[in-house]
């Protein structure tokens, strides 16, 4: 899909954050246990100091402005390649996750049960023929021992779907060349790495397979996943300089090991359910805000980046999944998200997937598509407002009277800032995130200081918007390409 | 009630550990917190026990009440609860001799080859906060270790955390390790983290799951009245 893309963050303060995560890996540093890493960092102009890795700001602007520029993802079916080029506003569409459990209609309701290998191949085989999927990530993982998921994850994919294939994370490194040659065209496939652990850390293991993947120069997505109040400063601009400051410690790292490394810029910054129980909230307001910010940092610094979208806090496809996720994609893609991951069929904060959401997403998704082009010129809040109204309309729900009034008010929350980027702010902002680190307690340090943050209204609070969704349609769609998958 | 353990009441359930906190309002800053006030109780001769009777268990109670109402939240807990325990350090030199009693020994662990701490940290906190004594045996460790730990200490009480499904079944692993050490009847095991659930719990052979810390030490006290 083709945008004219909207930024939120302007280009002062795209420069303030930057500031800030230099100030951060120059100051303060990462942490890992690889030696490997810290090497390769030591070699090219970084200090370790108290077992930090301090980077200059020097080596920083040097090996960011390495990274390449332009991926090729490739396909079994030709006609669903694409290319990925910094700067370029399309926007890819792809599925994603980890999922622990699949929830399903039956007679009387959705049924949740834990989910598998079949499940694996029965949801790449749906995908494949939801038009509105471009590519595939990895849903649920196949229930086979570690040292079979790499190769028996690959051939599920290789059997279920001709498109682009992100088989995620890479369970064990010396599987790599195996499943470079089971696929035989290795621009067939990519993957996603976890490796940075809030807050400031690159995790040891994962960083050994980041590095062989990179060195094979195969597509991988640097993942980092902070939760504000938790792992990150419940500051906005505190979380968006930390995740800011982690992916580029990777990106860094893997342009001294490879200039040109075939990068993309995945921060997921969002925030936690403060008032409960500590859970991640990856589609409230607050967050979608969040992960949109990012976007703009990625452009800041010409990386391709992959967004991440739609990922629901409800359990079951519901009129609040639908409401929070079209108001995720109107956002994620409105900022220029070239990849956009997870964007369909997740739901219970990437913990479960549902084979009627995929279908439920693929069509919503069709008609955001519209929107974006019938609204081009218009500003982005009217058309996420027409977004969500056509979508839960879509399932018989009419947005009126007070549920019209909870959209806008999402919507007003999502683009409005409610801090300053200041020097000031700056400065406080790393001070928390140094104690924190120091510390050894991080999460004690981020939950406290986030009390006053809490209080000032960082973290939305609203109604769920609410109403029996009308899913004939999609168990009719759900049984004809179950049927279809089989033949 | 004296004024200084009004004070101390008060500063913990504004979650002041020390002089540099703000707790709710920036006013605050440099006016003494619970450890300065807990310290200067003890100078002026008040007892451990009504320290802890007078204004640190009833000044927890109110925390709690106000989290149920919703008026306070998770982090306004843990800064109440780290004031209880900063307080519970000062005064546990003086209250060998006392009648307070210790709720015993908890060892919290995350497990092998799990990382994530946050749960861990939080749950010690309040866990520490509430009375027990809590040992933090770190993240990413093994099932024997923690097993050994569990003897070397004689522990009644053992908390598990796994934020992965792929490091939740090591949880098994550290139950069976107890149970051919036969140490099994004689510790309480708990379990959580956001991929654990009752049932797994239940699975595993655990005997509580606790959704958040809270949650553990209702369970405890229950356990403990029902016995």
Known sequence: MKVKRRNMLSAEECRIVHEGSCRLLEETGVETENTEAKEIFVRHGASVQNGRIRIP????????????????????????????????????????????????????????????????????????????????????????????????KTRIFLRSTTKHMNLANLIQKDKLPAILKQVNDRSLVSFISCVCISPLKLAGGTVEKFLRIVGEDIPVAISSCPQAGLTAPLSELGEIMQVNAEVLSAVILAN?????????????????????????????????????????????????????????????????????????????????????????????????????????DDRILGAVKHLFDAYEDKPTSELAEEAVVQALDMFGLKADGGGREEIRSRIRFVETKREEY?????????????????????????????????????????????????????????????????? | MSQILEDIKKNLIAGRVDSEDEGFDEEMTGQPGVTELVAKALEENITPSDILTSALTPGMEEVGKLFEEGEYLVPDMLASAECVAEATKILKPHLVDSDVKNKGIFLIATVEEDLHDIGKNIVGTILYGSGYEVEDLGTSIKAQAIVDAVKRTNAPYLGLSALLTSTMNHMKEVIDLLKEAGLRDRVTVCVGGAPISEEFAEKIGADLYGEDAFNIIHKLENRAQAN
């Not at chain 1, 004690?444 to 009390?451: C, E, V, Y």
Request: with cysteine; hydrophobic share 35%; proline share 5%.
């Open chain 1, 422 to 487: 200041s020097a000031d702010a700056v400065q406080t902002q790393i001070e928390t995130i140094t104690k924190a680190v120091l510390s050894g307690k991080s999460s004690n340090i981020f939950l406290k200081a986030s009390r006053s943050g809490l209080r000032k209204g960082l973290l939305y609070s609203g109604k769920k918007i609410e109403g029996p969704l009308d899913l004939t349609e999609i168990e009719r769609k759900k049984i004809s390409l179950d049927a279809s998958r089989d033949r």
């Open chain 1, 57 to 152: 700001r020097t080596v920083i602007e040097e090996f960011i402005k390495k990274t390449g520029k332009r991926i090729e993802l490739g396909a079994k079916n030709a006609r669903y390649a694409f290319t990925i080029e910094s700067g370029l506003p399309v926007n890819f569409f792809g599925t994603g996750g980890q999922a622990l459990y699949i929830v399903e209609k039956k007679d009387d309701g959705f049924e949740k049960r834990p989910a598998g290998s079949g499940d694996l191949e029965r949801i790449l085989r749906l995908c494949e023929q939801l038009e509105n999927v471009d590519f595939v990530t990895r849903p649920v993982e196949p229930d086979v021992p570690d040292d079979e998921m790499d190769l028996e």
């Open chain 1, 256 to 360: 001294m090991v490879r200039p040109g490394a075939r990068l993309f810029y995945r921060g997921i910054p969002i925030t936690t359910n403060l008032q409960e129980d500590v859970s991640p909230r990856w589609c409230q307001p607050d967050s979608i805000r969040r992960v949109s910010l990012i976007t703009d940092m990625t452009h800041f610094y010409g990386i391709p980046c992959c967004g991440t979208a739609a990922v629901s806090d409800e359990t079951e496809p519901t009129a609040q999944a639908v409401s929070e996720k079209t108001l995720s994609w109107v956002y994620e893609a409105a900022g220029g998200a070239a990849l956009i991951n997870s964007a369909l069929g997740m739901l219970e904060r990437v913990m479960t997937v549902s084979p009627e959401q995929y279908i439920i």
